[in-house]
């Protein structure tokens, strides 16, 4: 059964900083890994997906990386801003026809 | 941009009542997905569908039923609401099996 872990469950760091949240998961034979944002009170909105063939993908200051035989996925925020403060969650398909298994997710604040 | 639409943001339900909170997608996505979240559990699968008339138990579907008349909608049901439904339920669409996932803004429900 595939089991997806974020730690920390949170992080504080002041504006301007590059950062990186990680998500590690125990069955490496996956379809695709997806990065969500979520503010408070609010539902998740998709930052990145990353196909099993591909090794990174990029929008804007983010950049997500998938070593599949390590088992893990890394969401790097470049220069982050109080802006980013949010939740996010990585969330993995472990085959084209599974359910999505979701990791509980990293609070962020960024301090101005 | 998808746009994925849950009728109601908050809603306050007595005990034993039959509740349906309603979820519309605009963009002609074939799988539609319900989840609840609540504070250590995470997000938790409760329902899906693959096709319209089609639905498919997730990972706790007790006490929830479905409906799918039409592809665009996508109902969930608490044919009798108990006090440990309350939580946050959020809806999500898919184009593809084991495609990216877009949530709507989700419905904060409790029951007394």
């Known amino acids: 059964k595939q089991e997806v872990t974020q730690i920390p469950a949170a992080l504080s760091v002041p504006e301007g900083e590059n950062l990186v949240l990680n998500c590690s998961f125990t069955?490496?034979?996956?379809?695709?890994l997806q990065w969500f944002r979520q503010d408070p009170g609010k539902g998740l909105t998709s930052l990145l997906l990353?196909?099993?063939?591909?090794r990174e993908q990029t929008s804007g200051r983010l950049n997500a990386s998938l070593d599949k035989s390590s088992g893990r996925s890394t969401l790097y925020i470049a220069a982050s801003q109080p802006g980013d403060s949010a939740t996010y969650l990585c969330?993995?398909?472990?085959?084209?026809?599974?359910?999505?298994?979701f990791g509980k997710g990293i609070t962020l604040s960024v301090r101005p | 941009d998808v746009k994925v639409t849950q009728s109601s943001r908050y809603l306050v339900k007595r005990t034993g009542e039959k509740v349906f909170l309603e979820c519309v997608q605009d963009?002609?996505?074939?799988?539609m997905f319900w989840y609840r979240q609540d504070p250590g559990l995470g997000l938790r699968l409760i329902y899906f569908?693959?096709?319209?008339?089609?639905?498919e138990k997730g990972d706790i579907p007790e006490g929830y039923s479905v409906s799918r008349e039409k592809k665009e909608r996508f109902s969930l049901i608490l044919e009798s609401a108990s006090t440990n439904q309350t939580s946050m339920y959020l809806c999500?669409?898919?184009?593809?099996?084991?495609?990216?996932?877009?949530f709507g803004n989700g419905t904060r429900l409790t029951v007394t």
């Open positions: 069955d490496s034979a996956i379809y695709n």
């Open positions: 969330a993995v398909h472990t085959g084209a026809n599974s359910k999505l298994t």
């Open positions: 999500a669409s898919s184009w593809a099996v084991g495609g990216a996932l877009h």
């Open positions: 569908s693959y096709d319209v008339k089609m639905k």
């Open positions: 963009m002609d996505h074939e799988n």
């Open positions: 990353i196909q099993s063939s591909q």
